[in-house]
């Protein structure tokens, strides 16, 4: 079967880095997504990764081993608006999104 | 309109009724999904549309129908309404479905609760 493991929760401190998890399982890969989704609101897009590397954009930057079936979300310089959900999201062989739960980041001052 | 709007916003529902959410997008994009998002679940593609005229089923489209008579508008029908079928239904659209690297664009949702 086909699955996204992310961590269900994390919490960090204002002007910190967090790192958000990934790994899958997934028939065939497409590349991977990570989306932004603050409460009661649509998911947005942050990334796209379909190489191994770190892509970096500005604050957020994600890395991808698709050897180990495992990708990061890096988030710098923590702001009280990072507080949401981080969804990872693989595209298969079908080029269908398969999408993990979602982490609940909490921002502390 | 700009991007994507859905209605309605949120929506008690009868069991048995039937019920159209609304979808449409002005990006001029050539694919279409409906989602739906349930606590401590992932998002789960529901149906989707590569281009007008041409529908696809996803992870769970039992209860579900859709149509794509034009590149605008996405609805997602519930033929009979259940109470599982309550959840957040977003609609999401790409610049070309059936190939890699297509950042998916997402419509506000509609809340709908099945009683």
């Known amino acids: 079967g086909q699955n996204i493991d992310q961590p269900t929760e994390m919490t960090a401190t204002e002007g910190a880095i967090v790192q958000i998890n990934c790994t899958y399982q997934t028939s065939g890969f497409n590349g991977l997504f990570w989306y932004q989704q603050h409460a009661g609101e649509a998911p947005t897009f942050l990334s796209y990764n379909v190489l191994d590397g770190l892509e970096e954009k500005g604050r957020f930057s994600s890395f991808l081993s698709r050897s180990k079936g495992y990708s990061y979300l890096l988030l710098k310089e923590l702001q009280m608006k990072d507080s949401a959900s981080y969804l990872c999201a693989v595209m298969d062989s079908n080029y269908q999104l398969i999408w993990g739960a979602g982490t609940k980041l909490i921002i502390k001052p | 309109i700009a991007g994507i709007t859905q209605a309605p916003t949120s929506q008690i529902l009868a069991a048995g009724r039937r019920m159209t959410l609304r979808c449409t997008q002005d990006m001029r994009h050539n694919a279409m999904y409906w989602y739906r998002q349930d606590l401590g679940l992932g998002l789960r593609l529901i149906h989707y549309?590569?281009?007008?005229?041409?529908?696809g089923k996803g992870e769970v489209p039992d209860g579900y129908s859709v149509s794509r008579a034009n590149t605008d508008d996405f609805p997602l029908t519930l033929a009979s309404a259940v109470p599982s079928q309550t959840s957040v239904y977003f609609c999401a659209s790409s610049d070309s479905g059936g190939s890699p690297y297509n950042e998916q664009f997402f419509g506000p949702g509609t809340r709908l609760t099945v009683l």
């Open positions: 549309s590569n281009t007008a005229g041409t529908t």
